[in-house]
């Protein structure tokens, strides 16, 4: 069953926007209008012709602001709130259990680790994928849905921040290079991604993060991120790339 996005909030954010505008502008108004009262006779005669003309043009002045905020902002507004509404699936368990165990057998692999030890493999691959979510949730300051399936795209987490939705995908990283194909299937997802909220909310925009959880050293990821970086430079969508590094994610989060 398609389930709606979590992260709203009980307030109307483009009505908010007016009132606070429209407050402030009173509350000028309404200051300058006390200072003539009570103060008018230690005014020249100029002084008072010029803020009887303030008082008098201030209100045009001030409705011509709200307008251009207004259009200025609006778009933005009504974007976050539309994006309220946009329809995700979570991915079922059998799928969550088969991307796993593929990124796993894929790790091992490069690693040479024997059978027996896939399920310590599988465990830490595990642990690093909630610890680097806690990481973007914190950083975020938004509440992240995990394991999304967005029009036909798995993704690891999305969160929605305004008109941005960011779509994020993380990958356990043990090597300095990154297979060709599962590039491909990324920009792909998120390519699919795009055009399936485009269709939901014209007036969102997309973004991709994608975070790398590595044991590398600096060279090593030094080398990994100039390779992505020209490899994900075709995307359609804005693209951050973030490697966070697992022992220091394991610091910070689960141990004493």
């Not at 969550?96 to 790790?107: A, T, W």
Request: proline letters at 2%; a positive charge; aromatic letters at 8%.
């Amino acid at each position: 069953m398609a389930k709606q996005s979590n992260n709203s909030v009980g307030f109307n954010p483009l009505k908010n926007f007016l009132v606070l505008v429209v407050a402030f502008a009173s509350v000028v108004f309404i200051s300058a209008s006390a200072v003539l009262s009570f103060a008018a006779e230690y005014f020249s005669h100029e002084q008072t012709w010029t803020i009887i003309i303030f008082l008098f043009t201030f209100p045009f002045f001030g409705l011509g602001l709200i307008g251009w905020l207004v259009l200025r902002h609006s778009s933005k507004l009504t974007a976050a709130e539309k994006n309220k509404e946009i329809k995700w699936k979570l991915i079922s368990s059998d799928a969550q259990k088969s991307s796993l165990n593929r990124e796993v057998n894929q790790i091992a692999a490069i690693l040479k680790v024997p059978r027996e030890q896939l399920s310590d493999l599988r465990s830490a691959y595990i642990v690093a994928e909630d610890l680097a979510l806690r990481k973007i949730q914190e950083e975020s300051q938004c509440p992240v849905v995990r394991y999304v399936t967005i029009g036909d795209a798995n993704f690891t987490g999305v969160y929605v921040d305004r008109d941005l939705v960011t779509c994020i995908q993380i990958s356990f990283v043990v090597s300095a290079n990154m297979r060709q194909e599962k590039i491909t299937d990324i920009l792909k997802k998120t390519s699919s991604a795009k055009a399936a909220l485009s269709n939901q909310q014209p007036d969102s925009r997309t973004r991709l993060l994608l975070v790398l959880v590595t044991q590398l050293d600096q060279e090593a990821e030094t080398k990994l991120r100039s390779t992505l970086v020209s490899k994900f430079s075709s995307t359609p969508v804005d693209v951050d790339i973030r490697m966070l590094d697992f022992q220091r994610l394991q610091k910070v989060y689960s141990e004493n």
